[in-house]
């Protein structure tokens, strides 16, 4: 068997999967609900697609690097003891203050969105980050979820149904 040459899977590591870092970050960022766990996860999924980049066989690095970035959030999420209780991005708490009426209204939206996407199931979640945020195929989140296609466009449909509720409903309580 031929030994490969480190340097040179360290460079073709860095061309072909570190490219794709923001994207890991931002799934990692809703399936984990923490910006430090997040960043954590994003850490050890390069160090496991490091350890197993030998082993990858082209194809679609983005969706072979968020397979790993998905599963260790998984691994992680089951290793930790967390309160039953969801904490919520304080909009408020981070709230520059500012007079531009539109920048309020904007932030309170995205303020809503957020609390809409964090308050989705998991299996909604994930499909549509990375839908909408990573804007990857459905053949793609196929391919990171282990899931049929069918499958992915059913939760992706029932997640933006989800989303639509909730934040008509945001919207409605912003107002009262």
Same mark, same amino acid.
């Given at each position: ?6 340097a ?16 890991a ?13 997040a960043?954590?996860?994003?850490q050890?999924?390069?160090l496991?697609a490091?350890r197993f ?14 397979a ?9 999420q ?8 969801v904490?919520?991005?304080? !909009? ?5 203050a500012?007079?531009?009426? !539109? ?5 309170e ?9 964090e ?5 909604f ?20 979820t282990?899931?049929?296609?069918g ?9 933006r149904?989800?989303?639509e ?12």
């Amino acid at each position: 068997m031929a030994k490969t040459d480190p340097a040179r899977d360290h460079v073709r590591f860095q061309e072909i999967i570190l490219p794709h870092l923001d994207a890991a970050y931002n799934l990692a960022r809703w399936l984990m609900r923490n910006d430090v766990d997040a960043q954590d996860v994003v850490q050890e999924s390069c160090l496991r697609a490091f350890r197993f980049f030998e082993g990858y066989q082209g194809g679609d690095a983005k969706a072979w690097f968020l397979a790993i970035v998905r599963n260790t959030c998984r691994n992680w999420q089951s290793r930790q003891t967390r309160a039953a209780e969801v904490q919520l991005f304080d !909009e408020a708490a981070h709230h520059v203050a500012g007079d531009q009426q !539109e920048r309020l209204v904007r932030e309170e939206q995205l303020g809503v969105l957020r609390y809409c996407i964090e308050k989705l199931p998991p299996e909604f979640r994930e499909v549509l980050v990375m839908r909408e945020l990573e804007e990857m195929s459905y053949r793609e989140i196929a391919e990171v979820t282990g899931l049929a296609l069918g499958t992915v466009m059913s939760r992706l449909s029932r997640a933006r149904k989800r989303l639509e509720d909730c934040a008509a409903g945001g919207a409605k309580e912003a107002a009262e």
